[in-house]
């Protein structure tokens, strides 16, 4: 399920996704997640950044260490794949309204990016999974990507959206025999959401 509130991690010191990789390594080797979630809340002073109580912000931050936990597992085999789809969230969008260019595809369900604007998140990523070969999904909502995998018969799949959607989608992508490797989204809602580009770019 999606969280219950918003969050926004984007104004967040990059050391804290440091320290983030280097808590999951931590939890692969079956130390406490809890107290040092609770170090990093505290260190960073996450709640006054993000104006979240401390249990909402541990929440997140278990999230993200559990994304970060599977993509190590699957990554090897992910690396072995050659056909390959990308999804990327539609709420990601610089415009949500009649100003984006996209149009939408019924049948697939997908929206097929048209590039309008050069600081779209999703038009920068679109380009970037196009160009190494992906194809490219940007997608109304995590219940899509079933149908689309079944009917493609991709190897490998790299999804973005928010901590508690990848959790499941994991789940679904492990039952498929599909490695997959995730980037958490790191500012939620139902518009404007946000992902590193960066970290994308070093997933694919």
Same mark, same amino acid.
């Given at each position: 399920? +999606?969280?219950?509130?918003?969050?926004?991690?984007?104004? #967040?010191? &990059?050391?804290?996704?440091?320290?983030?990789?280097? /808590?999951?390594?931590?939890?692969?080797?079956?130390? &406490?997640?809890?107290?040092?979630?609770?170090?990093? *809340?505290?260190?960073?002073?996450?709640?006054?950044?993000? @104006?979240?109580?401390?249990?909402?912000?541990?929440?997140? #931050?278990?999230?993200?260490?559990?994304?970060? !936990?599977?993509?190590?597992?699957?990554? $090897?085999?992910?690396?072995?794949?050659?056909?390959?789809?990308?999804?990327? +969230? %539609?709420?990601?969008?610089?415009?949500?309204? @009649?100003?984006?260019?996209?149009?939408?595809? *019924?049948?697939?369900?997908?929206? %097929?990016?048209? %590039?309008?604007? $050069?600081?779209?998140?999703?038009?920068?990523?679109?380009?970037?999974?196009?160009? &190494?070969?992906?194809? /490219?999904?940007?997608?109304?909502?995590?219940?899509?990507?079933?149908? #689309?995998?079944?009917?493609? =018969?991709?190897? =490998?799949?790299? @999804?973005?959206?928010? =901590?508690?959607?990848? !959790?499941? *989608?994991?789940?679904?992508?492990? &039952?498929?025999?599909? +490695?997959?490797?995730?980037v958490p989204l790191i500012k939620n809602g139902c518009a404007n959401t946000v992902f590193s580009y960066q970290v994308l770019e070093a997933t694919l």
């Open positions: 399920m +999606p969280y219950d509130f918003n969050f926004d991690l984007s104004g #967040i010191p &990059r050391s804290f996704f440091r320290e983030l990789a280097r /808590v999951s390594e931590e939890r692969q080797l079956h130390k &406490r997640l809890g107290v040092r979630a609770r170090e990093l *809340a505290t260190t960073f002073k996450l709640s006054e950044a993000t @104006g979240l109580d401390v249990q909402n912000i541990l929440m997140i #931050i278990e999230d993200l260490v559990d994304v970060q !936990m599977q993509n190590r597992t699957q990554r $090897e085999k992910f690396a072995k794949t050659e056909k390959r789809a990308l999804f990327l +969230p %539609h709420c990601s969008r610089k415009y949500m309204d @009649g100003n984006c260019g996209a149009s939408f595809e *019924a049948s697939v369900p997908t929206y %097929h990016c048209k %590039h309008c604007s $050069e600081d779209c998140l999703v038009s920068m990523a679109s380009k970037l999974g196009e160009e &190494r070969g992906y194809s /490219v999904f940007v997608v109304p909502g995590g219940s899509c990507i079933p149908g #689309i995998v079944k009917r493609s =018969g991709f190897e =490998g799949i790299v @999804g973005v959206a928010c =901590g508690q959607e990848l !959790m499941p *989608a994991n789940n679904m992508t492990r &039952r498929a025999g599909l +490695p997959a490797q995730a």
